[in-house]
């Protein structure tokens, strides 16, 4: 059995891990362009945000 795709996946795979995210980029801008409050008040308001997305307002019971 051969695992000459092994190597290429693996690259691929750390590159894909190491690219930041659009919500990181965000965060590093507004640290740089304001100062760390401002980097840190982006941090609170994206997980904020994750959190309401995953969990609606109004939550549906199963009975």
């Not at 590159?15 to 590093?28: A, T, Y």
């Not at 997305?53 to 199963?62: A, D, L, R």
């Amino acid at each position: 059995m051969t695992f000459s795709w092994l190597i290429p996946y693996i690259a691929v795979s750390l590159i894909i891990v190491l690219i930041p995210g659009q919500d990181m980029i965000f965060v590093m801008t507004q640290s740089i362009a304001s100062g760390v409050k401002a980097g840190i008040k982006a941090v609170i308001a994206f997980s904020y945000l994750l959190h309401l997305s995953y969990h609606p307002i109004f939550p549906c019971e199963v009975s």
